[in-house]
T-cell receptor
Framework: EAEVAQSPRYKITEKSQAVAFWCDPISGHATLYWYRQILGQGPELLVQFQDESVVDDSQLPKDRFSAERLKGVDSTLKIQPAELGDSAMYLC???????????FGSGTRLTVV | GEDVEQSLFLSVREGDSSVINCTYTDSSSTYLYWYKQEPGAGLQLLTYIFSNMDMKQDQRLTVLLNKKDKHLSLRIADTQTGDSAIYFCAERGATNKLIFGTGTLLAVQP
């Protein structure tokens, strides 16, 4: 069964350092999403790509977060500088058009110390 | 605005039925979803329902949708210990993004 790949699985970083997460969506899925899930809460959308274009980044803290999907396939989410409040699970998902919903990766658990 | 609410916790005995409830606010929702999340893992799609349907059954899962009241429920028949997890409902609105609820922790007692 096709999966969304994410790495790393876990990341511990010090406050003010830079950190990056990588996602490889299911082949052929044009739409890619990055969600942030704070412990005890539901996931919240950070950014949505359609191919290589950003469709929605209204909830992305652009002063410190950036996301790219240069060739419309895999994607990188970067935080610089990291803050304590960024500790969370970062989930990547991809989808086709239609109702079948998103397929999520296993996530990257970020801890900022 | 868009908002999805769920009760925080549900405890059932193994073999009983579980019913997890969800309310949402966006009347333009096209599809509604139920996801399952086990500890430390990503989200697994369980089932979804189109907004013009009122019921969908998939093996042990039954989804009921009351569009007038914007109420969605997930019934799990013959609940097993392996069903213990956090369950999220989500709505998909006109912008195509999923808005998730806060999640319901289902604890199944043996």
């Amino acid at each position: 069964e096709a999966e969304v790949a994410q790495s790393p699985r876990y990341k511990i970083t010090e406050k003010s350092q830079a950190v990056a997460f990588w996602c490889d969506p299911i082949s052929g899925h044009a739409t890619l999403y990055w969600y942030r899930q704070i412990l005890g809460q539901g996931p919240e959308l950070l950014v949505q790509f359609q191919d290589e274009s950003v469709v929605d980044d209204s909830q992305l803290p652009k002063d410190r977060f950036s996301a790219e999907r240069l060739k419309g396939v895999d994607s990188t989410l970067k935080i610089q500088p990291a803050e304590l409040g960024d500790s969370a699970m970062y989930l990547c998902a991809s989808s086709l058009q239609g109702p079948s919903g998103y397929t999520f990766g296993s996530g990257t658990r970020l801890t900022v110390v | 605005g868009e908002d999805v609410e769920q009760s925080l916790f549900l405890s059932v005995r193994e073999g009983d039925s579980s019913v997890i409830n969800c309310t949402y606010t966006d009347s333009s929702s096209t599809y509604l979803y139920w996801y399952k999340q086990e500890p430390g893992a990503g989200l697994q799609l369980l089932t979804y329902i189109f907004s013009n349907m009122d019921m969908k059954q998939d093996q042990r899962l039954t989804v009921l949708l009351n569009k007038k009241d914007k109420h969605l429920s997930l019934r799990i028949a013959d609940t097993q210990t392996g069903d213990s997890a956090i369950y999220f409902c989500a709505e998909r609105g006109a912008t195509n993004k999923l808005i998730f609820g806060t999640g319901t922790l289902l604890a199944v007692q043996p």
